[in-house]
């Protein structure tokens, strides 16, 4: 979309709103989503000479807090460019730019105005901003290729620069802005300017510093701070150079002086060798040109100059004077670009001749030649700009060179190029060098020329890099050989693939170029700054700088000898200086007498002179987490706060040593107590106090080490699998001894029980009695088979009998139906019609329907009037067989045969044949289950019965018929279930009303203590999984709180370990046992196989022992504890819960969530100013915050060096607080959710659907590519080039006055801006300082945005699998999560609401998630537990090996273009391979993909070859 600047003005003054959630991933909006603000596209990442990132040209932006990790001197020179403005003058490769980003994202947190980097080439300026929008987002590039001379108005500029926070350009660029009045010096709050050593003279920053800064200063002005970066600030060998650099940019040149011994050891000087390839008297070497030489003189020499197409353009243009004088002149001084091309060509083979030797001259010629006429024939960009003219023009003079076909290896070399040789022939290990060349074109032939040379070839794989110039319209140099290939060389040389570069100057400064160990300067260094930058490049251990000279006794040679022997000299100063400082150190008066810590407890103690190390070893223990730097760091200063500069001088002076910033802020910074006069005396002492002060706030144990688990809870007692617990609590026998008190101490109770098959087609009302109160039993569903079930209602209301009527009606021997259903359904089992009716059932059932007696089972005769009455209602008994009753069929006439019988009967064959028979139908042994039984055990048999005509069949004398309903037979069989659903109910109400009577629980709580206390072992209606879920994640807050509101200064570390320690299964099955709820837990199965009655008397018989014992899980246990915490919260939230975990816990000293939440709100920091980047922050969020320090602490992490006086928190313990938040506000969700369709009985989701789900949707994977994906949106602007940018549109050579009058059109000409809309993801606000982590960010981001619409679409579209194996792909590491998760604690900090955060988490999308599995039914299982599941019992192995091959072992490695590898995997389930994949990033990726497609095959049926 192309935009006037009127629109464009029109846009800027409307506000951006964040994004909303359906946004973010809709694929039709036509937004791109970017990882930071840089317009310009990026290239593959690199780790650079400073340890920062390069992102790749076409990954999006990570991090804008992306600070890189410093090392102490680092943080000295940005502490002093805090200070005051300063030029950094530090050696190459010691991190200069590391220094830049700290001080820039230092800059952007404190001030809303711009920063403005500036670099002296386009390659340099183009790498900085590769290295500097790693680290800062909302950065710009500008550079000549922008068509920057075409922004002539404000309103270009400001549209330009809208949402921009930090500009990369040249120094040029910046000048012409300022001069221009388009940027004001007063809207930059930081000018950084990288090799400033060429601001002199009239370099622009020069001009721009004396013209524009200057004067605004002494009219005490606003102007921006100034940060200079050099390796020298010596262009010449004159000291003066140094305060005329430092006058002209308003700086202090400033290097390391508390830290140089860490410097001196980040930076190895090279030994420095001279190589004469002539004699001091030799001869000058004969210039003789070869054969192709002269050949290329005649065609120069040969050129008709009236043909040229400049002179021919001339002569047809318009007669002017104008045109005549430059007619004139061009032809009497062959002045045209055609004949100013041959002559330098020829120049440049004859300084070939010189340099390297006639072979590589000749060598020079082809190629120039050859790679001109190829490009003839195609649309290289190497004759970009020529007419057509000028190409034919030289084509034909090219065509009249004698250029050889072949040339054969390299021979006749110059005496130069041997001495280079015979310095790469030596041996050396593993080597790394740079070949410093001056001029471009010789660049090229040396490079192939050591390529390709016999002698070394082997041992070296050969680059080239040259500069390049990106100005529109200005043509390509076609004779300096420079091809695009080149600018990969440089990325080749630092992923290794190439060992030697061959390079101009544009290697010497700036650029991020790799340790070497080998540098050669095959032509003269001509300045300090050109010595000391080269010689930085070598700066492995062990490294070799080689200057190649025409003699040893030339000026070059003797003048950098001297050079290096002085700065040698100065080296030596510091060794022995090393020496002055350790008599200093021993003889610092104190250290002996200094104090000692000890604990009287153990005995241990520390002295001074332990400190150091313990204090080492301590933040080595916090080390929890990658991409940071855990080492503590020291500052020296004296008396007065200021650096010390001369330690042998024994100045007294102090040591302030720096902590990570994973501990609170209160425990990052220490001072030493005492002066000292050495440096190391003065850390001891500062390291000393840190420790004591560690050891005060409790985070060194009594034995003066680091906190471990013992030390924090004691002994610990690991529990095993399973412990010995108190037997289960049996309410029968409290039951059994009420039904014994006599006269006013009994008391009777009873409930009304409606019983009911499933088509209400058999239906009785009973009251249930007992002595005891009966608690309420929610509607209970007994199975009778698989297809049918009974249902028992219990009366809400419960009746205490007076004792008259309890002794009228309920104590005579008539009214008790029990013993006549159990003798209904269970009688023939005990071999007798009487069971034991004598004997009194725990709980007495009495009919409401009618009066049941045992007389009435197969009281009545079989015969036709009966039957006609009674049947097929009624069962039939079996007189001979105790009464076993059989459902009726049919009437048989005679006795059928034997074949035609399921079941004989035993002495069938001796039976009578001529007497009727009936047909009989088996009553079932059990009935009554808890669940739908799956599978019958009789299944063979009854197929067997139901196979033939006649089941079973009795004579009819030897059957009688009941006299009762068949559906009190039916109600009989129930009895059992119906028993064990009254004790356990019986006991849930017992400890409702001891061991938990102090939650004054209300009664409706008992149906879910019922549940609470049911293992899935026991079989019982309901078990505790549903209300463990939430109960998990209500203690887990609850702890997580607790553990971080009593241990305010405590790291994330020691906070797990106090959290895991309350939550782990053998801490609360400790306490299920010492609070007594094991034995009220049910867990031995409910079986009906051999049931029998137990009677009031047999339980008087025995006294229960209480020593009794069982075995339970662990898990079990705890899973209990969990449970019964989840009803409290059910009934009473999380005050109610939090009692019920007192109860539990009472050694803890609980506070409740709300003093918690207090406590930490008020250990924020407040008064804290949102930085200026974060200000969008809240408006993505949806939140505003009180306490902004708040905000920012969920943004830090905990590798971010907090220099400059920040003192907050980095995110860790807000991500432990976050991370239970999180999961608490899914449990909650996935709760309340109902299972149940339209129009059924509602019912919660299954235990194992809500694992499944929240597996899903809390995972760091899915956390991870929402934080990738919920961003701000803003609007950015770019110029638009339109048209034809060479020289005139046609590509022919211009006159003066042509290119006048195209530059007054081009200026004139209104410029065209293109916006576009990019989402500032969460994650680009993370404020952080790992060099690798900056890297992870951005090939994280590319393959994000390779994947993104995928993972989307399964997310949120259309798929039908949860894309487990693409988010493994994406592989983004747990920072991303952890992010969102300390976000998450922040909010509920700032606020006391789970409301709150519950909105945070719909807004990132993981609540629209939820509902989009929920609604469409994705299959979220993971491939890996499906294939085990649906491999049985069967082995699942995973065969993975790297790139291509069989499964026999490692292949050819197949990786992709930035060295990623890939895997492949096999998948066997047994003895079968059924699947194989190839092409995953990572071992896991492959397994998972590999178990997916063996679900699929295995599923399908089929199995691959």
Not at 586 to 603: F, H, M, P, Q, W
Request: some cysteine; charged content about 25%.
């Amino acid at each position: 979309m192309l935009l006037s600047v009127v629109q464009v003005y029109a846009k800027m003054s409307q506000p951006t709103p964040p994004l909303d959630d359906d946004s973010l991933t809709s694929s039709d909006s036509g937004d791109e989503v970017v990882r930071g603000e840089g317009i310009n596209d990026v290239a593959s990442p690199q780790s650079g000479a400073d340890g920062l990132v390069t992102p790749s040209d076409d990954s999006p932006q990570p991090s804008t807090m992306a600070l890189p990790s410093a090392r102490a001197y680092q943080r000295e020179m940005l502490e002093e460019s805090l200070k005051q403005n300063v030029i950094v003058a530090m050696d190459t490769g010691s991190g200069k730019t590391r220094v830049a980003v700290m001080r820039i994202i230092k800059e952007l947190e404190r001030s809303p105005k711009r920063v403005w980097f500036l670099a002296p080439t386009v390659d340099l300026a183009n790498q900085q901003y590769e290295v500097l929008r790693a680290h800062i987002i909302h950065s710009k590039l500008i550079c000549g290729a922008d068509n920057v001379d075409a922004w002539s108005t404000q309103q270009v500029w400001d549209a330009l620069l809208l949402n921009i926070r930090l500009v990369v350009s040249t120094f040029q660029i910046l000048f012409d802005a300022v001069q221009h009045s388009f940027v004001r010096l007063d809207s930059l709050s930081l000018v950084v300017i990288d090799e400033a050593h060429n601001c002199v003279g009239a370099n622009p920053v020069a001009r721009l510093m004396k013209e524009f800064y200057a004067p605004a200063k002494r009219q005490n002005q606003i102007v921006p701070h100034i940060l200079g970066l050099t390796a020298s600030p010596l262009m010449r060998m004159n000291l003066k150079d140094i305060d005329v650099l430092e006058n002209t940019l308003d700086a202090i040149c400033k290097t390391p002086t508390k830290h140089r011994e860490e410097l001196m050891a980040q930076v190895n000087r090279p030994e420095i060798m001279t190589m004469p390839y002539a004699e001091p008297d030799a001869p000058e070497r004969p210039f003789i040109p070869t054969r192709v030489m002269s050949s290329l003189r005649k065609a120069y020499l040969d050129l008709d100059i009236k043909k040229d197409p400049y002179i021919l353009r001339l002569v047809s243009g318009r007669n002017t004077l104008r045109n005549k004088e430059e007619l004139k002149r061009a032809v009497l001084q062959h002045d045209t670009y055609s004949q100013k091309q041959m002559r330098s060509f020829y120049a440049r083979a004859s300084e070939i001749w010189k340099q390297v030797g006639p072979w590589a001259a000749d060598y020079y010629i082809y190629r120039v030649i050859t790679e001109f006429t190829d490009s003839l024939a195609t649309t290289s960009e190497l004759l970009e700009g020529w007419s057509e003219q000028e190409r034919v023009y030289l084509g034909e003079a090219f065509r009249k060179v004698n250029i050889p076909s072949t040339l054969g290896e390299p021979n006749h070399l110059a005496p130069k190029m041997e001495v280079l040789l015979s310095i790469l022939q030596q041996d050396r290990e593993d080597p790394m060098g740079i070949v410093f060349v001056k001029e471009r074109a010789t660049v090229a032939v040396v490079a192939h020329i050591l390529s390709i040379h016999p002698l070394i070839r082997g041992r070296y794989r050969v680059g080239s890099v040259v500069g390049s110039s990106t100005m529109p319209g200005k043509r390509r140099d076609f004779l300096d050989l420079s091809r695009k290939e080149d600018l990969l060389s440089l990325e080749r040389f630092r992923l290794r693939k190439f060992n030697l570069l061959v390079a101009t100057s544009v290697l010497e400064e700036g650029i991020d170029v790799p340790e070497c160990n080998l540098v050669i300067c095959f032509d003269e260094i001509t300045s300090p700054k050109a010595f000391i930058q080269r010689r930085g490049r070598a700066r492995m251990a062990k490294s070799q700088l080689y200057l190649i000279v025409e003699n040893l006794e030339t000026k070059a040679a003797t003048t950098w000898l001297d050079f290096e022997r002085k700065m040698k000299a100065r080296y030596e100063d510091e060794k022995r200086e090393r020496v002055v400082m350790e008599e200093i150190e021993e003889s610092d008066i104190g250290l002996a007498e200094y104090e000692v810590l000890s604990v009287e407890s153990t005995g241990a103690r520390l002295t001074i002179r332990d400190a150091k190390g313990h204090l080492q070893h301590f933040c080595a223990s916090l080390a929890s987490r990658k991409f940071t730097d855990w080492s503590p760091y020291y500052v020296f200063h004296d008396t007065n706060g200021k650096p010390v500069v001369d330690v042998t001088q024994s100045i007294p002076m102090r040591a302030t040593v720096h902590l990570p910033a994973s501990l609170d802020p209160s425990l990052r910074k220490f001072e030493s107590l005492n002066v000292w006069t050495s440096e190391r005396n003065a850390a001891m002492d500062a390291a000393f106090q840190a420790y004591k002060a560690l050891y005060n706030a409790g985070l060194i144990s009594q034995n003066l080490l680091p906190l471990s688990e013992k030390d924090i809870f004691g002994e610990i007692d690991h529990r095993t699998g399973f412990s010995k617990v108190g037997e289960q609590f049996d309410p029968w026998y409290l039951v059994a001894q009420a039904w014994r008190h006599d006269g006013a101490l009994r008391k009777l109770f009873k409930r009304r029980l409606t019983i009911s098959n499933h088509d209400q087609s058999m239906h009785a009302e009973f009251d249930l009695v007992l002595p005891v109160p009966i608690p309420y039993m929610e509607q209970l569903t007994l199975w009778w088979d698989g297809n049918s079930a009974w249902t028992i209602g219990m009366g809400e209301d419960t009746d205490e009998l007076s004792r008259a009527n309890s002794r009228a009606v309920y104590f005579s021997p008539a009214p008790d139906h029990t013993s006549a259903l159990l003798a209904y359904s269970f009688g023939y089992r005990f071999k007798s019609k009487q069971i034991e009716h004598d004997k009194q059932y725990p709980f007495r059932l009495v009919s409401l329907d009618q009066n049941l007696a045992i007389s009435d089972m197969g009281a009545i005769d079989f015969d036709s009037d009966s039957a006609a009455k009674l049947l097929p209602k009624n069962l039939i008994r079996d007189l001979s067989n105790d009464y076993h009753p059989y459902r009726y069929l049919q009437t048989i006439p005679t006795k059928p045969a034997i074949e035609l019988v399921g079941r004989p009967y035993r002495g069938f064959d001796q039976a009578p044949d001529d007497i009727p028979y009936v047909s009989l139908a088996k009553w079932p042994r059990k009935a009554g289950y808890f669940h739908n039984p799956s599978t019958n055990n009789n299944t063979q048999q009854v197929s067997l019965e139901n196979s033939k005509p006649y089941p079973r069949v009795l004579p009819i004398s030897q059957v009688k018929i009941d006299n009762c309903p068949p559906v009190f037979t039916h109600i009989g069989m129930l009895i059992p279930a119906l028993t064990k659903a009254l004790e356990i109910h019986l006991v849930a109400s017992d400890l409702l009303q001891s061991r938990l009577s102090d939650l004054s629980l209300p009664a409706d709580s008992l149906s879910q203590i019922v549940t609470a206390i049911c293992s899935t072992s026991a079989r019982t209606p309901a078990n505790y999984e549903r209300i463990e879920f939430l109960g998990d994640s209500i203690l887990k807050f609850c702890a997580t709180v607790y553990a971080s509101s009593k241990n305010l200064l405590w790291p994330e570390g020691y906070l797990s370990l106090f959290k895991d320690n309350i939550v782990s299964n053998s801490r609360l099955a400790k306490a299920a046992v010492e609070f007594g709820l094991d034995r009220y837990i049910i867990y031995k199965p409910f079986s009906l196989q051999k049931w029998k009655p137990r009677y009031v008397e047999d339980l008087l018989a025995t006294t229960p022992s209480g020593t009794a014992n069982r075995t339970l899980p662990t898990k079990t246990l705890a899973d209990v504890v969990e449970s019964v915490i989840g009803v409290a919260f059910i009934q009473g939230g999380y005050p109610k819960s939090l009692e019920c975990i007192r109860l539990f816990l009472p050694t803890e000293k609980w506070t409740s969530i709300e003093e918690g939440r207090s406590i930490l709100y008020n250990n924020a920091q407040s008064g804290y100013g949102l930085p200026v980047t974060f200000q969008k922050l809240e408006g993505l969020v949806g939140y505003t915050f009180r306490k902004k320090s708040l905000l920012v602490e969920a943004m830090t992490h905990c590798s971010f060096n907090g220099s400059g006086g920040d003192s907050i928190p980095c995110l860790d313990r807000l991500e432990f607080l976050g991370d239970s938040i999180l999961d608490f506000v899914v449990v909650r969700k996935l709760f309340g959710l109902s299972n149940s369709g339209e129009g059924e009985t509602e019912k919660g989701l299954e235990n194992h659907e809500m694992h499944l789900l929240r597996t899903s949707l809390v995972n760091g994977d899915i956390l991870a590519f929402l934080v990738m994906e919920w961003g701000v949106e803003e609007v950015f602007f770019e110029t638009v080039r339109e048209g034809d940018n060479s020289n005139s549109g046609s590509g022919e050579e211009e006159t003066p006055a042509e290119t006048s009058e195209r530059n007054t059109k081009r200026q004139k000409k209104e410029v065209k801006v293109s916006n576009r809309k990019v989402k500032i993801p969460l994650w680009s606000f993370m404020r952080h300082s790992s060099p690798d982590m900056g890297i992870i960010h951005t090939e994280t981001a590319k393959r994000h945005a390779e994947l993104r619409d995928q993972i989307n679409e399964a997310l949120f579209g259309e798929g039908e699998f949860y894309p487990w194996e693409l988010l493994l792909r994406l592989g983004a590491q747990k920072f991303y999560s952890d992010l969102f998760e300390s976000l998450l604690g922040a909010v509920w900090v700032d606020s006391g609401s789970i409301e709150a955060c519950e909105e945070v988490v719909e807004r990132i999308g993981i609540l629209r998630l939820l509902r989009r599995l929920r609604r469409d039914k994705v299959h979220c299982l993971h491939p890996k537990e499906e294939l085990g599941r649906l491999a049985l019992s069967e082995k699942v192995e995973y065969v993975v090996v790297e790139g291509s091959g069989s499964t026999g072992g490692k292949q050819g490695e197949e990786k992709v273009g930035n060295g990623e590898r890939r895997f492949q995997c096999w998948v066997r389930v047994g003895e079968r391979e059924v699947a194989h994949v190839e092409g995953a990033l990572t071992k896991e990726e492959a397994r998972v993909r590999g178990a997916r497609e063996a679900c699929r095959v295995l599923k399908g049926g089929m199995e691959v070859n």
